[in-house]
C-alpha cells in the first residue's frame, strides 16, 4: 500500500508533470453558460471536475458535454392541505448523464432546495455512480417542501402528486430515483405505488423504478445503512495509509441524520469513540464517549441532538474546535467554508454528505494537512445498494444481509483502489484523483459509444 499524500505537498499537475494553478473559472464555464458566481454550488462542482479533467487532458467535446445536464425537468403542482385549502409545489428532477446506464440518484425534500443545487448533486451522481462502478448515470430531484410541517397524510398526497407529475420522465430502465435529505422509505414506497398505477412502461416490476423501498415492499435489506456503511468502509480501507486504527479513533459527527447516524453506529461497532454531535438543533460533546445508538434513538423521538442528556451543550465554534482524529460531515452540501476549515483539527475527514466542503475550505483543510476523502467515493455506498436492490427487483430476487454488505464492501474497495490508482499517477489530491479515476470510466465508454450522428 502506498503512502497518503499529505495535502501539504499534494500539488497538482497535468500528465506532464507540469504543476497547474488553479484557474478561477474555467472559460467551459462561460461557454456552456453556468453562472460566472465562483460560489454558486454549480460553477464550484463543474469547476472542481474541469480542473481534474486538465490534469488528465480529457478530451474538449467530454468537458463540454459534462458541463451541463442533459435534461433539467422542473414541475409545479397543486395539492389540498388537510385545512382544505392548496398550496402550490415546486418540483424537480435533473438528468445529468445517461452514457454508463439509467439515470440515478436522489430525491430531496428541503425548503431550500434550487435548480443549481439539484444540477450540482445530478452532476455528482454521474461522478459517484462512475467511480463506484454500477451501471448507472447521473440524476438528481426534489421538492422544495419541508416534510416537518405537514402532516403524514398531506406528505402522502404531495409525494403522489409529484410522482405524476414526472411519472413520464422516470421509469425502472431510464431513470430511478431514491431517498436524498427529507426522504425516506414511506416516500418511496408512495411513489413505487403511485407509478405502478399510472404507468404502462413499468415492464414486469414496475416497483424497480425506485430504490430505498421498505423491505416489505422490494427493498433491500442493507440499504438504510448502506450510505453509513459505505463512509465506514471507505475509513477502514484508508485509514492504516494514515497510521490510524479505528479502534483508536475519537470522531465528531455533523447531521445525525440517516447517514450520520449510521456512520456513526457503525463506526462506533469497530471500536471507534463518538465525542461530539450536531445538527440543527444544537453542538453537543462528551469527552468520554457518546454512545451513537443512544443518541440516535434520541433523535429519532425528539428530532435533533440538541438536549441530548448524556452531553455537555457546546458552541458552534466548539464543536468545530473539538479536536478529533475522525470527522464526519454528513448533513448538506458547502457547511465547510473558510471560518470552519480554519477551526477543524482532525486528521481525517470523510464526507458523508453531498458536496460539504468548498474549494475555498478544502484547501485550508489541506494546508493543515488534513486528509479529505471526497464524497463521490465516501458516500457511494447508497447508490451501490440502490443497485443491489434495483437488481433485485429485475431478477425478483432477495438477496441476505451478509451478501448485501460484502458485495457493498467489495466496490467500496475497489473505488478507493482506483481512486488511490489516480493520485499515485498524477500526484494530486484525493478528491481531484477521485474524479480522475470516475472520468476516466466514462471517457472508456464514450470512445467506444462515439456521438450520434
Ligand atoms: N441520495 C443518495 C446519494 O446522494 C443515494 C442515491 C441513490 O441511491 O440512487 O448518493
Redesign the pocket.
Known sequence: MSTLTKGKNAKASNSNGKALSTPRTDPIVGEVGLPEDPNNLYTETVSTMLRAAEIMNLPRYLRLILAQPKNEIMVHFPVQMDDGEFKLFKGYRVQHNNALGPY???LRFHHDVHLDDVKS?AFL?TM?CSLVGVPYGGGKGGIKVNPRDHSSAEMERIVRRFTAAIAHNIGPDYD?P???VGSNSQHMAWIADTFSFLSEIGGDNPAAVI??KPVSYGGSLGREKA?GQGVVDTLVEMLPELKLKPEKCNFSVLGFGNVGSWSAKIFQEKGAKLTAAADHTGFIINEKGIDADDLAEFVKAKGGVGGYPKATKCSKDDFYKHKVDVFIPAALEQMIQEPEAKMITCKVMAEGA?APTTPAGERILIDKGIEVLPAILC??G??TV?YFEWVQNKTFQAWDLEKVDKALNKHMVQAATKTRAARGKYKCDLRTAAYIAALQRLTEAYEVRGIFP
Request: no cysteine.
Open positions: 440515478k440518484g436522489g448533486l451522481m459517484k430511478i431514491a431517498p436524498d430504490t430505498g450510505t453531498n458516500n457511494a447508497g447508490v440502490s
